[in-house]
């Protein structure tokens, strides 16, 4: 799926420190963990709790932030639309990546199982 450059460029120059806390109050409000949260980002970016906080210690934005990620080799197993894009469509790599995170995130907050958010068989 084609994306806007003005939209890729909008997420890529997003804080993903501006963005961290969205994440936590979706999945607290559905009554997951700040753990399981981090769980899905460590698997999904190879980023532990330790380097999540030195990234938004340095204000990153969410290009660096996946610039500097080892990417999942199973990431390509996230399928489905998030915000009306349907994330293995995604041309735009960053835009994809980013993508792929907020769904781990919304899979969360619904309640999946974690075996089947971090695809395992």
């Known amino acids: 799926m084609k994306t806007t450059a003005t939209h890729d460029d909008r997420i890529a120059n997003m804080t993903f420190k501006s963005v961290y806390p969205h994440y936590v109050t979706k999945v607290e409000k559905k009554g997951r963990t700040l753990d399981e949260l981090h769980e899905v980002i460590e698997w999904l970016t190879?980023?532990?709790?330790k380097k999540l906080?030195?990234?938004?210690?340095?204000?990153?934005?969410?290009?660096?932030?996946?610039?500097r990620a080892t990417i999942n080799p199973n990431a390509e197993l996230i399928k489905g639309v998030i915000c009306g894009y349907r994330v293995e469509e995604i041309e735009n790599t960053l835009t994809q990546q980013?993508?792929?995170?907020?769904?781990?995130?919304?899979e969360l907050a619904k309640g999946k199982k974690m075996e089947k958010i971090l695809r395992k068989a």
């Open 53 to 67: 906080e030195e990234l938004m210690e340095e204000n990153v934005t969410f290009q660096t932030f996946f610039e």
């Open 46 to 49: 190879g980023f532990d709790q």
């Open 98 to 106: 980013v993508r792929y995170l907020d769904k781990l995130v919304d």
